[in-house]
């Protein structure tokens, strides 16, 4: 503790890391999936939705490929299917398809 300065920057740094949540706390590069999961169940009328995995395939706009899985209401059966995804430039969805 005798180099005090140093402490209170590394201190700084990382409370300014956590405070912007980190490379993906924008959103700007990262999918929310708990909203898409939301925005497929109202769309869909799916039950117990979950995304498995996503990557994005296209900057401009943003577009997303995922995977997921979701039980049918009407028969109770489980299934995979791939979806997209387009973005606004503030990160709302703007299509699933």
């Known amino acids: 503790m005798k180099d005090w300065k140093v402490w209170a920057f590394c ?9 912007c949540g ?5 959103g700007s590069s990262g999918l929310d999936t708990d909203a898409l999961e939301i925005r497929l169940i109202g769309k869909y009328h799916y039950t117990d939705v979950h995304i498995n995995s996503y990557k994005k395939v296209k900057d401009d706009p943003p ?34 398809y």
């Open 22 to 26: 980190g490379c993906n706390g924008c």
């Open 63 to 96: 577009t997303f490929e995922f995977e997921y899985d979701y039980t049918l209401r009407s028969v109770g059966i489980r299934q995979t299917r791939t979806g997209h995804c387009t973005l606004y430039p503030d990160g709302d969805f703007k299509d699933i």
């Open 11 to 19: 201190i700084a740094l990382f409370l300014l890391v956590k405070m």
